[in-house]
Nanobody, 122 residues
Framework: DVQLVESGGGSVQAGGSLRLSCAVS????????MAWFRQTPGTEREAIAG???????YWDDSVEARFTISRDNNKNTLYLQMSRLKLEDTATYYC?????????????????WGQGTQVTVS
C-alpha cells in the first residue's frame, strides 16, 4: 500500500524558514506528479506548487518568491523549502501524488495524500 509520509512542520516566527518533506513509502511507486496543498480551518484545500516531468509549477502567487518545491527521485521524496514565512502561511500542509498525468490544482486528480503537517507562524 502506498503512503505519503510528511515531516518538517512546526512553529516558527515570522520571517523564519521551514522545510517540509514528503516521502513515498513504496519504492516501486513513481508518481508522475507530486504536489503541495495547504488548508486552514473553514476553507478548501488549495494547491500551492507541483513537480512533474516539466519541472516545478507554482499556483499560489503569494509563495512563488518565497517557497521552493523540489523532488529527489532517488529518494522518492518531495520537499517544500519555505522562507520568509508570514502569518498567513499558517495552515496544515498536505502532499499529494498523482499516478499519471501532469500536475494540476484539481484535488480529485490525485491518488494519494499525506496525513498533513501543521505549520504555525507567529
Amino acid at each position: 500500500d502506498v503512503q505519503l509520509v510528511e515531516s518538517g512542520g512546526g512553529s516558527v516566527q515570522a520571517g523564519g524558514s521551514l522545510r517540509l518533506s514528503c516521502a513515498v513509502s513504496a519504492a516501486t511507486y513513481i508518481p508522475s506528479c507530486m504536489a503541495w496543498f495547504r488548508q486552514t480551518p473553514g476553507t478548501e484545500r488549495e494547491a500551492i506548487a507541483g513537480f512533474d516531468s516539466a519541472g516545478s509549477t507554482y499556483w499560489d502567487d503569494s509563495v512563488e518568491a518565497r517557497f521552493t518545491i523540489s523532488r529527489d527521485n532517488n529518494k522518492n521524496t518531495l520537499y517544500l523549502q519555505m522562507s520568509r514565512l508570514k502569518l498567513e502561511d499558517t495552515a496544515t500542509y498536505y502532499c499529494a501524488a498523482r499516478s499519471r498525468g501532469p500536475c494540476s490544482v484539481v484535488r480529485g486528480l490525485y491518488n494519494y495524500w499525506g496525513q498533513g503537517t501543521q505549520v504555525t507562524v507567529s
